[in-house]
């Protein structure tokens, strides 16, 4: 089976960053995939990627290494590491960038990437994607143990994500995290925290709420056509705010933090 390495960073599609790193994987192993899932991320926001990677990294095939570099302190003391856990590989910055993996996953492996014979460049300070977790990631898929690309740690950056609290019996308060390129916003509000309130016929008995605006919470997009603000549960089976056909975060003003409470009526 070809093994697959997945792209995830803020490089962006106007410069030769991301085809770099493609070379290289290349020239290492030429049996690969390679997926880009992303090069939008914001610039240096590292949270934003640690919710983009935990929303898809499970839709790719066992063993599939995710390459993620959101790296603003590329060539300081910052470790470059791997993760092992589960059926699936990341590598990247010891940032925090892997939060989201941690968080969810109880049994992980952590190395600090020391072996520089596999790197494409010794010493490099700017471009570590393409010096050091490109071909760290071809080689990986070439079948060489994670345990040769240097030692365990276990004090790896491990940032605080937002997650949903349960406010009151019939009361979930949760926040948006990120705002997609239709002007949706998703909330960290996920389908199971939904069904903790343990009710029959859930949506005509909850409503959502947001910067103060009652929300009605539907089953699809299309359920609604006029441009009013509503709530879906998303292919991720996270919350969202939405509107049909138009722009929720620029009619709306919504951004990342607001808070969104999803109130059960008794």
């Not at 949903?164 to 997609?180: C, F, L, S, T, Y």
């Not at 029959?200 to 919470?217: A, M």
């Not at 705010?241 to 138009?246: C, E, H, M, P, Q």
Request: aromatic fraction near 10%; hydrophobic fraction near 40%.
């Amino acid at each position: 089976m070809k093994r697959t390495i997945t792209l995830l960073t803020d490089f962006g599609a106007r410069d030769t960053f991301a085809g770099q790193m493609k070379g290289v994987i290349y020239s290492i192993n030429d049996e690969v995939n390679i997926v880009d899932i992303t090069h939008d991320i914001q610039p240096h926001m590292i949270r934003e990627a640690a919710i983009a990677l935990g929303m898809c990294y499970e839709y790719f095939p066992r063993l599939t290494v995710h390459v993620c570099v959101i790296d603003p302190g590329v060539g300081s003391e910052r470790r470059p590491i791997i993760v092992a856990s589960g059926n699936y590989y990341f590598i990247g910055p010891d940032n925090g960038i892997f939060s989201y993996i941690y968080n969810i996953n109880k049994e992980i492996t952590v190395i600090h990437i020391k072996a520089e014979h596999y790197f494409l460049r010794k010493g490099s300070s700017t471009f570590q994607a393409r010096d050091i977790f490109a071909p760290v990631a071809a080689w990986l898929t070439k079948g060489v143990e994670i345990t040769k690309f240097g030692d365990e740690i276990s004090d790896y950056v491990k940032l605080e994500l937002p997650v949903p609290r349960r406010k009151a019996k019939n009361i979930i308060e949760g926040e948006i995290v990120h705002i997609d390129r239709f002007g949706n916003a998703l909330t960290n509000v996920s389908a199971k925290d939904f069904s903790a309130l343990s009710v029959s016929e859930l949506i005509p008995k909850c409503r959502v709420i947001c910067k103060g605006r009652q929300v009605r919470l539907k089953h699809s997009y299309s359920d609604v056509t006029n441009k009013e603000l509503y709530a879906v549960f998303n292919s991720n089976d996270l919350l969202e705010l939405f509107i049909y056909r138009g722009n929720a975060a620029s009619q709306f003003g919504l951004k990342t933090g607001d808070i969104v409470s999803l109130i059960l009526q008794e």
